[in-house]
């Protein structure tokens, strides 16, 4: 069959896709979903079939090609493409086996995860294996396979030194960057520690918005290995670079109903560490009313699988659970959390105390579990606080940021929203509670994480006692539309109760 090629100037992102006319499919017995072989000369791909009812898109006698499909085709508007059908992956039957219930083999896992990879299925598809996860769940096996599989399909950064460190958070708690404070402490103490992040997925910053702040995160493995070299360490976004990319595929398509499976969860984090050749490996659960984990049951099982998994996979493992029920840090916003990270790592009295005392926490708990040869585990918090109370954790911090292209290294530099608004206590009394989710939603409302100034920044914490009046926080945006979103917002989801 031949086509001439519309070219619909419209990019899926990843999918190739090509759109028939509703009469041309139906003539052809064509359906949704199915798969054509578009060929031109000595090019070709395998495009998903979508159909357009209407003849303003795409006419009769006409194929429209989506970006992805035009490059990779070599085709121009009006150019003729040989058109047949192909079958449809493999990995579709196997998805269905697991909708079934069935167990999914080694083979079968590297299958659906190569299949994301090179964009041949669908994101309905690449959903219904999401749920079927869900549903039906992998157990310690396929985890271990999945885990695998998202790590073979990618690109490995390799570099030299033993033990390799790196640390991850569960999620949900607004604020708590952690991260910046414990990857300069432990490279200043000797850790190599290749960290890679990721940008916000519900919340108003990921650690690598934050990061982007003060440097460039979208770097490349060759680049990222001569950050390592140089430093001991990086602090990137995972996402512009080929390592387990079949994650963030997966969780773009788990973000709208909140799905989250729990074997899909340890594969997610765990291929992660695994793409950096991480071998000893920190896991954050925070616990409490609105974070991810909610109950210290759930947080104990997931503690148990990740050990299990981790040996499985030759990681050494060590998994904390923490106090998750309210906001950790001041700022909560890009700029805002950069600011709080650098008054911490300058020994800052603006610095926020809770953040310091956890980052110090889990600097340390990484030092007392994997200790280096020339200092006692013991000492691992009296180390770790020495570090960053001698300003040595901050010079590794403006390294990481100057071999990562600097964009500001002061915390004097940095710019907040240009609109700011003081939430005021309507009466006396003691916080008793800060709701995580109702504070990350008014700071996306008012504009974080795309406007870097936007967000929130806590005055009070809970335990603290406020009179009437007292500012309980401020919230920051760059325009007034969006702080007048912000402040209509709150008044149904404040997330502060003062009694």
């Known amino acids: 069959m031949k086509f001439k090629v519309t070219d619909l100037d419209i990019s899926t992102g990843g999918t190739l896709v090509a759109v028939l006319n509703h009469k041309d499919a139906t003539m052809l017995d064509l359906h949704t979903g199915d798969r054509l072989h578009i060929t031109r000369g000595r090019k070709s791909a395998v495009a998903v079939l979508d159909i357009a009812e209407s003849s303003k898109a795409v006419k009769p006698g006409r194929i ?55 964009n041949k299925l669908t994101s309905v598809e690449i959903t219904y294996f999401v749920a079927a996860g869900f549903t039906r769940g992998f157990n310690l096996v396929e985890t271990v396979s999945l885990t695998k599989a998202m790590i073979n399909t990618g690109d490995v950064l390799k570099v030299g030194g033993y033990p390799i460190v790196d640390k991850h958070c569960i999620g949900g708690v607004a604020g708590n960057r952690t991260t910046m404070v414990v990857v300069p402490i432990l490279i200043a103490a000797g850790y190599c520690v290749p960290k890679t992040s990721s940008r916000s997925i519900t919340s ?7 990061m982007e702040v003060l440097c460039d995160v979208e770097l490349d493995v060759k680049s990222i290995k001569k950050v390592v070299d140089k430093v001991g360490g990086c602090m990137v976004w995972g996402g512009a670079v080929n390592l387990a990319p079949a994650d963030d595929k997966i969780i773009t398509v788990e973000h709208p109903l909140s799905v989250d499976a729990e074997g899909q969860l340890l594969a997610s ?8 050749s991480a071998t000893h490996i920190l896991v954050d659960i925070p616990v409490g009313r609105g974070a991810k984990v909610s109950s210290m049951m759930k947080a104990r099982r997931l503690k148990g699988l990740f050990i299990k998994v981790g040996k499985k996979l030759g990681m050494k493992i060590r998994v904390i659970i923490t106090d998750g029920s309210e906001p950790i840090g001041n700022g909560i916003g890009p700029s805002l959390e950069a600011r709080d990270v650098l008054w911490v790592l300058s020994n800052d009295s603006n610095a926020p105390k809770d953040l310091r005392r956890k980052s110090l926490m889990m600097a340390a708990e990484i030092m007392r579990a994997y200790p280096l040869s020339d200092w006692k585990s013991k000492h691992g918090y009296r180390y770790a606080k020495s570090i960053l109370d001698s300003g040595k954790a901050m010079e590794v911090m403006q390294s990481i940021i100057k071999k990562q292209g600097a964009r500001i290294t002061s915390v004097d530099k940095i710019k907040l929203g240009k609109i700011s608004f003081d939430v005021k206590s309507a009466g006396k009394g003691k916080i008793v509670r800060i709701d995580n989710k109702s504070i990350s939603r008014i700071a ?5 994480p795309f406007d870097k100034g936007a967000g929130i920044y806590l005055h009070h914490h809970v335990g603290d006692q406020v009179d009437k009046g007292d500012t309980i926080f401020t919230i920051y945006a760059e325009n007034k539309q969006k702080m007048s979103y912000a402040k209509e917002f709150m008044k149904q989801y404040d997330g502060i109760v003062i009694r």
């Open 204 to 210: 108003p910053a990921g650690t690598s918005d934050t």
């Open 444 to 448: 996306k409302v008012a504009g974080a």
């Open 269 to 276: 984090i765990l291929a992660k560490k695994g793409s950096v």
């Open 64 to 118: 429209g090609l989506m970006e992805e499909v035009i490059r990779k085709v070599g085709a121009k508007n009006s150019c003729v493409v040989n058109v047949n059908l192909d079958k449809k992956p493999k990995s579709i039957a196997l998805i269905r086996k697991k909708l079934e219930g069935k167990t999914l083999s080694d083979d079968d896992l590297f299958t659906i995860i190569e299949d994301i990879v090179k």
